[in-house]
């Protein structure tokens, strides 16, 4: 909506001030204060970055996604044959899934443990490790989200500071031509209406990809909890099985 009040605000200074304001991206630079060319600069920097972040953790994601459904394929069947070795290079050949991570260092810690250790000590130690596990993976899949949530949340205000400099402009007009024709803040008006349409721009796909990706992560999250509860639950099996023998 601020978006299509901004156009068609340059669509009527477009129409009663020509003499000031074109569509031509060459004349509107020209026409900008060198104020306005920062914010616009910094507006198109921050939109970069956000893209970039995008592209980021979408390909992270995607990965992650792909290479924890064959790894949970895989090691299915080293687990129910108790072949922990074979299992936890199955992991480290899938390092990009985040279940993978989580369940090879479960197996790591439960390998490593003593023997003489009590069974409810062994899985206390696994457990921790899995905690662990859980909250360094979880760091990692969260990793340049803050840089998207910064960029959703200050783009506007550095387009309304735009704005600010734009209005500025056109009241500096109305004193230089000596009137108040709308020709004579045309092209102040028109460098607000920019940088706040630019602002929006950038900030709107900012906050609706900070949304989707951190969805993403919860539900990693999730996955990760599930994998590390039936991790123990598989080490509880597995031990009482082994002091029956």
Known sequence: MLVHIALSGLLLLQEEGQAYIGWNPIQIYHQMSPVALVVVFILLFMSIWSIGIMIDRAITYSAARKQSRIFVQQVAGAL????????????????KSHIA????????????AST????????EASKRGLDRAVAIVH????????????????APFVGLFG????IINAFKGIATAKATGLSAV???????????????????PAVWAFNYFTNKVEA?????????MELVNYFVTRRS???KR
Do not use: C, P
């Not at 760091?139 to 200050?154: C, D, P, Q, V, Y």
């Open 220 to 228: 990693f999250d999730v996955e990760m909890d599930n994998s590390s």
């Open 241 to 243: 099985a082994t002091n």
């Open 139 to 154: 760091a990692e899949m969260k990793r340049m989200l803050n840089g998207l949530a910064t960029i959703g949340s200050t």
């Open 80 to 95: 129910r044959d108790g072949k922990l070795d074979e299992a936890i290079s199955i992991a480290e050949r899938n390092k």
């Open 163 to 166: 704005t600010v400099v734009g």
């Open 116 to 123: 003489q250790v009590t069974d409810a000590e062994l899985i």
């Open 186 to 204: 045309a092209g102040g008006i028109a460098e607000a209406l920019i940088t706040t349409a630019l602002g929006l721009f950038v900030a709107i």
């Open 101 to 112: 991570k989580v369940v090879a260092t479960g197996l790591s810690e439960f390998q490593s």
